[in-house]
């Protein structure tokens, strides 16, 4: 039997749904990214998944019980209900707070991973330490504030046994949330300590600091909670006084497991902001920040012109994984393509010359700077190259 969604039952299955769908669209992106882009699944991309499941559970419950009374008063719900919603209640708790932990070690985990100073390791230990401790005192004390603990909901219906003071809960609940608050602060102002001393802009370190510190977010709603944490101890209308303790413990684990998993997504966002930039367009005249576009090869060609102008050129550094760079530099004679695509330039005696040969063996001969027409030829006529071509390919790996 169950009773329809009513009073504010319908605000906490809505909340509910919400943030479970944030967090698994957030969670599945991250998964996607570490495996598939970054190739390098983590512990702490182990406990957001676990936290992620146990999250899953915690809103199935909380949805259930909205259909059995819970948001709404006792006066107005069948007495038999009473105790289902109860016990509905009874099984969020325990599946939040051990979210909740998991969640905490997977932000200290990230964090570890950058983290190069002794302090700074000390700092994150002892702070998800204390965390965890403290998380699993919580979890026991819910767990066994009714020995045996179905009296949490039977005492209704004429069950025996027996529970502590709720006062005793109450105040438990302020301390664990004061060191919640308290270590979402430190993990979030602590990303601004560790990337200022990183090779990177000042840009780009606001950034990432600013992407690390979003698990500080899931404070405000630990916030909001504590004035509400006093109903708790309000026996007599349980399921509608909870109500808004129940509103803000699934806002806290949302909001922090999908700020914790955007701070994982900057790698795939590189990813399709490179490609999107590299399949700009089609002409070999026009491209990306003024290069030449990619062929279909995935090679990135440069021409100088034949004016005989000195030009500099370069290597492109926005190019994606496994792409190829592919520098053609000529200046005068017949381009040819050989076998297997390589540069081949006949001179005006009709010789074949390979790109290959006396240009790249030549002693004075480096990547970035090269008078052609100091190169001799094979045969030794000198200034067999007077306009020479030179064509070099480089393929460069970028790693994430």
Not at 92 to 120: D, F, Q, T, W
Not at 199 to 220: C, E, N, W
Not at 290 to 305: E, L
Request: aromatic share 10%; glycine share 12%.
């Amino acid at each position: 039997m169950t009773v329809p969604v009513a009073g504010r039952g319908p605000a906490v299955a809505g909340v509910a749904g919400f943030f479970v769908a944030l967090a698994t669209i957030t969670v599945v992106l991250r998964c996607y990214c570490r495996v598939i882009v970054v190739k390098q699944f983590g512990l702490d991309d182990w406990f957001t998944l676990i936290s992620w499941i146990l999250f899953v559970f915690y809103c199935t419950f909380s949805i259930a019980g909205t259909h059995h009374g819970t948001g709404q008063h006792v006066t107005d719900l069948p007495p038999a209900e009473v105790p289902i919603g109860l016990k509905w209640w009874w099984s969020c708790e325990p599946v939040y707070v051990l979210s909740n932990m998991s969640l905490k070690a997977s932000i200290g985990v990230m964090l570890l991973r950058i983290a190069v100073s002794r302090a700074h390791k000390v700092i994150i230990w002892t702070t998800v330490g204390i965390l965890e401790i403290c998380g699993l005192g919580y979890f026991l004390l819910f767990v066994m504030q009714c020995l045996p603990s179905e009296y949490f909901w039977t005492r209704f219906t004429g069950g025996s046994g027996s529970c502590l003071n709720p006062s005793i809960v109450v105040d438990a609940t302020y301390a664990y949330s004061a060191v919640t608050c308290a270590t979402d602060w430190i993990l979030g102002l602590l990303p601004i300590s560790l990337v200022w001393d990183l090779q990177m802009t000042r840009r780009t370190k606001l950034m990432v600091a600013g992407i690390l510190a979003l698990g500080a977010i899931a404070s405000t709603a630990t916030i909001v909670r504590i004035p509400y944490v006093k109903d708790l101890s309000n026996q007599a209308d349980f399921l509608w006084a909870t109500v808004d303790v129940a509103i803000w413990s699934t806002a806290e684990t949302g909001i922090g497991l999908t700020a914790s998993s955007i701070a994982t997504l900057r790698p795939l966002l590189r990813m399709f902001s490179t490609g999107s930039k590299l399949s700009g367009g089609s002409s070999s005249q026009g491209g990306t920040n003024g290069w030449p576009a990619t062929g279909t090869n995935g090679y990135i060609r440069s021409r100088t012109p034949r004016t005989g102008a000195q030009e500099e050129f370069g290597l492109r550094n926005d190019v994606g994984k496994n792409r190829g760079v592919t520098t053609l530099v000529e200046a005068g004679g017949d381009v040819e393509r050989g076998q297997g695509g390589k540069g081949v330039r006949r001179s005006m005696s009709g010789h074949r010359r390979d790109s290959g040969g006396p240009l790249t063996s030549d002693p004075n001969w480096n990547s970035s700077e090269t008078k052609l027409t100091d190169i001799s030829s094979e045969d030794g006529h000198q200034g067999s190259w007077p306009t020479g071509i030179k064509t070099t390919t480089v393929t460069r790996t970028v790693v994430e």
